[in-house]
């Protein structure tokens, strides 16, 4: 708790392992999402099931509501690519919006002359149909820039699939490994911890399935599997394969008698029912130097994977890149350190305000009050003690008053 009161640049270069008293502290690690290259193919979503052999959240339906099945994140479905569709109308007004970000000069009276950059740029503000000013060459940003060695960008088409009438947004989510998770500051088992590489991962064997991270949680990414009922670690279905292995001390399973109907097996319990599931950034792959399922799995690049340092600057140069282009509407989300929950380990580049994603605008960890909360609750309990002792001293001395004036009247 001790982040919640301190400076937003407590945490050493942002690194929130530096309050979990690593001895030897690793870089921290996190995930680059470019939504403006995500071609909605959902290879990361069956890449991160099948490698952490996470069960399938529905029958293989549509969700008639749109082309995505999977609807969202959950306790099965650690990573979820959405499906927006938008017209020609809001596409101009989500550069409007994003346009506005970054028109932050001063107003000035002085006019600009006619045919000059400065004049075109005024000339787009008055409406969507007037064409976007000339931007700036920006020297030829490396939007394909990753760790580990060069990378050929003329391989990979980065131009985002539009149309003139409408456009896709793909996005691909996931848990967003908070600088100040609420997830683990109410997490009353010790169930979820803090990673030497800055992550954050739920102990299925620890977690009792209680649910106080699901409402700790501002991004709704953390969920508990099966029906949310809490079980006993007794009542647990073993891993998927297990059941068919005999226990320790078990005996084997004896084939039926002839003539004897064989008994249908019941389907195998849900794997870790009643206990809290999110992402874990692939923990298991990073300790051994590899890249997370879902970001080795994507065909376009727009999951990256790397130092979260690395993977902030890279995508600042392709935002700077897109708004070189004139696609205003480009906007980083996660990468601010002042925001409610001190920037995310998993930063997002937008096409559209946050809340066309189902983002919320503007996050905040429910422990970031605790303090104030407690200082006002110490004020209140202090100020009920004093009313309570000057009730008992004024009470006290209204009845020495009384008896001695009837002391005095016996007196007379």
């Known amino acids: 708790m001790a982040h919640l009161t301190a400076p937003y640049d407590a945490a050493v270069d942002g690194n929130p392992t530096a309050d979990a008293r690593y001895e030897h502290p690793q870089p921290r690690k996190g995930f680059f999402t470019d939504t403006s290259i995500c071609i909605g193919c959902k290879a990361c979503e069956v890449a991160c099931k099948e490698w952490n052999q996470n069960p399938v959240d529905s029958d ?85 820039s990753s760790l580990g060695g060069p990378v050929d960008s003329s391989a990979v088409d980065t131009t985002p699939p539009d149309t003139p009438e409408f456009r896709w947004l793909m996005s691909s989510d996931v848990c967003k490994h908070c600088t100040n998770a609420g997830c683990l500051d109410v997490c009353p088992t010790g169930a979820l911890f803090r990673t030497e590489h800055g992550t954050v991962v739920v102990q299925d064997d620890v977690c009792n399935g209680c ?5 700790g949680c501002p991004f709704g990414v953390i969920e508990r599997r099966s029906d949310g009922i809490a079980q006993p670690k007794t009542d647990r279905a073993p891993a998927p394969g297990a059941h068919a292995q005999p ?89 601010n350190p002042k925001d409610g929950v001190g920037g995310t380990g998993s930063v997002f580049l937008l096409l559209d305000e946050p ?58």
Not at 107 to 128: I, K
Not at 249 to 277: I, S
Not at 288 to 305: E, N, V, W
């Open 60 to 144: 293989y339906e549509l969700s008639n509501s749109s082309f995505d099945n999977s609807e969202g994140l959950g306790a099965d479905t650690w990573r979820h690519v959405a499906f927006i569709e938008q017209d020609r109308e809001r596409t101009e007004q989500a550069r409007e919006s994003g346009r506005a970000l970054v028109s932050l000069g001063m107003p000035t009276v002085r006019s600009a002359p006619s045919g000059s950059p400065a004049s075109s740029a005024s000339s787009t503000s008055a409406g969507p149909s007037a064409d976007l000013a000339p931007a700036p060459d920006l020297g030829g940003l490396d939007v394909l």
């Open 211 to 215: 649910g106080t991270c699901v409402a």
């Open 247 to 335: 226990g320790p001390g078990q005996a084997p399973q004896k084939p039926p008698k002839p003539g004897k109907p064989e008994k249908k097996e019941k389907a195998p319990k849900n794997h870790n029912a009643g206990v809290a599931q999110k992402c874990t950034l692939c923990y298991d792959r990073m300790v051994d130097g590899q890249t997370p399922a879902c970001a080795q799995a994507c065909p376009t690049t727009s999951i990256k994977y790397g130092e979260r340092e690395d993977m902030r600057v890279t995508a600042q140069e392709r935002v700077a890149q897109l708004h070189a282009q004139g696609r205003t509407e480009a906007r980083l989300y996660g990468a």
């Open 355 to 412: 809340e066309v994603y189902g983002l919320p605008p503007d996050p905040r960890v429910p422990t970031a009050d605790l303090p104030r909360m407690y200082k006002r609750a110490g004020m209140a309990m202090a100020g009920m003690v004093a009313a309570a002792g000057l009730a008992f001293l004024s009470a006290g001395s209204s009845r020495a008053g009384s008896m001695s004036a009837g002391s005095s009247g016996g007196l007379r």
